[in-house]
């Protein structure tokens, strides 16, 4: 059993919506903050946002604030990234993962995060 699957990338133009999904088990929400991140060819991962599975507070990269929100269904084991506004450099491949119980540091480079997802494709142009 895959512990984290993604879904919902695609392809739109600049100005649209995407909704992705972080689908797990209850027990990693229970356990682990979950973050979105995102890698563009030769670029850096980049930490996007993340939801604390203590109290479910949030945060977001400044480059994302204000346009996605991140949010979770427990009812559902699911993690969801509704991105607004959506920019061509919002393309890359996006994944979620495990983290820190209250994202303490989910974006650190040398952050640990025990189990990733495969990975959803998110290509905006025109």
């Known amino acids: 059993q895959v512990p984290l699957v993604e879904s919902g990338g695609g392809l739109v133009q600049p100005g649209g919506s995407l909704k992705l999904s972080c689908t797990t088990s209850?027990?990693?929400?229970?356990?682990?903050?979950i973050g979105w991140f995102r890698q563009a060819p030769g670029e850096e991962r980049e930490g996007v946002s993340c939801?604390?599975?203590?109290?479910?507070?949030?945060t977001y990269a400044s480059s994302v604030k204000g346009r996605f929100t991140i949010s979770r269904d427990a009812s559902k084991n699911t993690v969801y990234l509704q991105m607004n506004n959506l920019k061509p450099e919002d393309t890359a491949t996006y994944y979620c993962?495990?983290?820190?119980?209250?994202?303490?540091?989910?974006?650190?480079?040398?952050?640990?995060?025990?189990?990733w997802g495969q990975g959803t494709q998110v290509t905006v142009s025109s």
């Open positions: 993962a495990t983290t820190d119980y209250d994202c303490e540091g989910y974006d650190a480079v040398d952050a640990e995060h025990d189990y």
């Open positions: 939801v604390s599975s203590r109290d479910g507070s949030t």
């Open positions: 209850s027990d990693f929400l229970s356990y682990y903050g």
